[in-house]
Structures are given as C-alpha cells and as structure tokens.
C-alpha cells in the first residue's frame, strides 16, 4: 500500500519557523514536492525536489525556504524560515513515479495546516 504522510505544521507567528516532513511508503518516488493551497484557490507548487537532489522553488519562497530528501528514509523536508502571513494556508506533500508503458502515478497526502499570525 502506498502512502504519503505529512506532518509539521501547525501555528506560528510572523517571523517564525516550522519544518515540515512528509513520509512516503510502499514505493520509490522520483520528483517530490510541497504545494500550498487557500481556500478558493488551486493547489500551487511551493518548493520541489528531484530523486537526483535538484530543487526548484516559488519565487515568494526564495531563500526562505530550504526543500530536501532522504532517499534511504524515502521522506521529503519543508525548512521554512522567516515566515510570512502570505505563507499561510494547507500544505500538500506530492510524490510521482512511472508506472507501467510510460505512465506517470501521482500520490498526495492528506494535507497540513500551517497559520502564520500578524
């Protein structure tokens, strides 16, 4: 059975820190990321890392926010610094594999809040 678990996230004020983890099982994933989404909205990419360690980040995040992965542990990290109250909002964690002819299998987890208060 395949899952992707998050966890970290909570409340914290502006300026503060949280780390988020997101535990993968079952399988090996090849690009992992973490998306943001606000209610009325659709999910955007926060911060995404490929299974060779390449990363790529939201221009808002730039600098502030550090993504990694543990391939042996098979889990992904969210570090975010310096938070904002626009960093607000449920944080999905993503993983994709190929599966059969060429095919591309997506998993996500439930979802984690993170709050940023001002």
């Known amino acids: 059975q395949v899952q992707v678990v998050e966890s970290g996230g909570g409340l914290v004020q502006v300026g503060g820190s949280l780390r988020l983890s997101c535990a993968a099982s079952?399988?090996?994933?090849?690009?992992m990321g973490w998306y943001r989404q606000v209610p009325g909205k659709q999910r955007e990419l926060v911060a995404g890392?490929?299974?060779?360690?390449?990363?790529n980040y939201a221009d808002p995040v730039k600098g502030r926010f550090t993504i990694s992965r543990d391939n042996a542990k098979n889990t992904v990290y969210l570090q975010m610094n310096s938070l904002k109250p626009e960093d607000t909002g449920v944080y999905y964690c993503n993983a994709w594999r190929y599966g059969s002819y060429g095919t591309r299998l997506d998993y996500w987890g439930q979802g984690t809040q993170v709050t940023v208060s001002s």
């Open positions: 890392i490929s299974v060779g360690g390449r990363t």
């Open positions: 079952g399988t090996i994933f090849y690009d």
